[in-house]
T-cell receptor, first 112, second 112 residues
């Protein structure tokens, strides 16, 4: 079974809109929650990450919200642009160097 | 340029014909992993290596082999490929002190 569940599978927004992607995890041993961005034909690349002692983290137009008690975290893309069109993966891990457990991915399309 | 390289990028083969996908990183990373990406399932770890001559199974190791004879290289071997191994494969590397994983560009494998 998937230890990290991600929704929705796909999302279409207009330029300037705020796509929101949600993830839920089961394993309370996870202590690092990154989001990876993947463009067609490329490997995933780290976008932003959060640890469970913080409830929110912003980097540019990307914000992670984290709810430890609910075991949920989400990615918000503020003022989305067509260049943000990509597949986004949430993930979780337990220790440095340890494997990443990925969600199923969300394909985001930002229309001009 | 710091990078993870994979070869080949695309491969079409037939059932049972042994193949090797190479992976190399130039960042002197200790940890290397192989993932497969399938629609709706995200990326799942196949095998990982914490250092030279140290490898271990990930979540979906059946039908795959790996070796780590040099720190920079981590080839993935399919001794007898089957159609259910048709997938997009990614190699990744990281250090023991960080959480960010660096992914290669991917290898799209089709087994007929």
């Amino acid at each position: 079974q998937q230890q990290v569940k991600q929704s929705p599978q796909s999302l279409i927004v207009q330029k300037g809109g705020i796509p929101i992607i949600n993830c839920a995890y089961e394993n309370t041993a996870f202590d690092y929650f990154p989001w990876y961005q993947q463009f067609p034909g490329k490997g995933p690349a780290l976008l932003i990450a959060i640890r469970p002692d913080v409830s929110e983290k912003k980097e540019g137009r990307f914000t992670i919200s984290f709810n430890k008690s609910a075991k949920q975290f989400s990615l918000h893309i503020m003022d989305s642009q067509p260049g943000d069109s990509a597949t986004y993966f949430c993930a979780a891990s337990k220790a440095a160097g340890n494997k990443l457990t990925f969600g199923g991915g969300t394909r985001v399309l930002v229309k001009p | 340029e710091a990078q993870v390289t994979q070869n080949p990028r695309y491969l079409i083969t037939v059932t049972g014909k042994k193949l090797t996908v190479t992976c190399s990183q130039n960042m002197n990373h200790e940890y290397m992993s192989w993932y497969r990406q399938d629609p709706g399932l995200g990326l799942r770890q196949i095998y990982y290596s914490m250092n030279v001559e140290v490898t271990d199974k990930g979540d979906v190791p059946e039908g795959y082999k790996v070796s780590r004879k040099e720190k920079r290289n981590f080839p993935l071997i399919l001794e007898s490929p089957s159609p259910n191994q048709t997938s997009l494969y990614f190699c990744a590397s990281t250090t023991r002190d960080t959480r960010e994983q660096y992914f290669g560009p991917g290898t799209r494998l089709t087994v007929t």
